[in-house]
Nanobody, 124 residues
Framework: QVQLVESGGGLVQAGASLRLSCKGS????????MGWFRQAPGKEREGLSC????????NNVESVKGRFTISRDNAKNTAYLQMDSLKPEDTAMYYC?????????????????WGQGTQVTVSS
């Protein structure tokens, strides 16, 4: 059974950093592309960044703006999202997702598996 479990969210002040983790089980992560998405209340889920099985990275430049960095450790079946210089508008539920296809930050339907999310709240 494939599972993705996010962790690392929390309540922080503006300007702080957080590192989110996405631990996969029931599959070999090295075969999958991994993506990070977020959804704020009343808004659509938006793609932030994704990393293909070969390490190639695609960023949603508008949302990430050089503050977020995606990475992966295939030996640990884990993907990460390093978030720096957090702003109150970054407050959202953050999700990771996995796909056997080439990753995308725009086509959510491409992803086969999703985690339950981890909440990030940034206070001003």
């Amino acid at each position: 059974q494939v599972q993705l479990v996010e962790s690392g969210g929390g309540l922080v002040q503006a300007g702080a950093s957080l590192r989110l983790s996405c631990k996969g089980s029931g599959f070999t992560a090295s075969s999958f592309a991994m993506g990070w998405f977020r959804q704020a209340p009343g808004k659509e889920r938006e793609g932030l960044s994704c990393i293909n099985s070969n390490g190639g990275i695609i960023n949603n430049v508008e949302s990430v703006k050089g503050r977020f960095t995606i990475s992966r450790d295939n030996a640990k079946n884990t993907a990460y999202l390093q978030m720096d210089s957090l702003k109150p508008e970054d407050t959202a539920m953050y999700y990771c997702a996995a796909t056997l296809y080439y990753c995308s930050v725009y086509y959510k339907a491409r992803y086969d598996y999703w985690g339950q999310g981890t909440q990030v709240t940034v206070s001003s």
